[in-house]
């Protein structure tokens, strides 16, 4: 679709569930995830729909897909362990890692601009918060501390500034709602 919201166009079209669609910062390839082999597993296809390739393979849910600013590597989430955790593999699916590894459900990774950190949902300490840590897995911090409810983290970019909505000039803001490409 255009961004007017013009030329609407179907990319997938396959029986199965797809969704989740994520675009690699070079704007050429989208990964999503999908049920079309009877199990969620992460598949990228290129902007135009085509070349759809399979890059997990397990018989858990492989979902959730999140590229690095780089382009390199993609984030995922997995319940391959038990559990949901946040995994990395590289963009063709190689090397495939678990970033994190503890009984509570780890969920929705985002990258920092720079791709040295990502940010995480997880009630990793009995209540959902937000979590960062390297992109390797290691320094893990609690961001948040017994917030009601998180559904999802993302990096606010300082050079994207919205525009107030209201006279007195104050920007409304939802926790993960606001991100710039």
């Known amino acids: 679709m255009d961004a007017n919201g013009k030329n609407v166009r179907k990319l997938t079209n396959h029986p199965s569930l797809d969704q989740e669609p994520n675009w690699s910062p070079d704007g050429q390839k989208i990964a999503f995830n999908s049920y079309r082999d009877g199990n969620f597993e992460i598949y990228v296809m290129d902007a135009d729909g085509e070349n759809v ?10 979902i959730l897909p999140a590229w690095s600013p780089d382009g390199q590597r993609i984030g995922f989430i997995s319940d391959r362990d038990g559990n949901y955790e946040i995994y990395l593999m590289d963009a063709d699916g190689k090397n495939q890692t678990n970033l994190t590894n503890h009984p509570g459900w780890d969920w929705k990774p ?67 709602e606001v991100k710039s490409e």
Do not use: C
Not at 54 to 59: A, E, G, L, S, V
Not at 155 to 168: A, G, N
């Open 53 to 62: 390739r399979r890059i997990t393979d397990n018989p858990a849910k492989d």
């Open 110 to 176: 985002g990258w920092s601009p720079d791709g040295q950190s990502i940010t995480f949902v997880s009630n990793q300490g009995g209540t959902w918060d937000v979590y960062v840590m390297d992109a390797d897995g290691h320094n893990v911090r609690n961001l948040t501390n017994d917030l009601a409810h998180v559904e999802r983290s993302d990096w606010f970019d300082p050079t994207f500034v919205p525009r107030p909505v209201e006279p007195r000039g104050k920007l409304p803001t939802k926790w993960g």
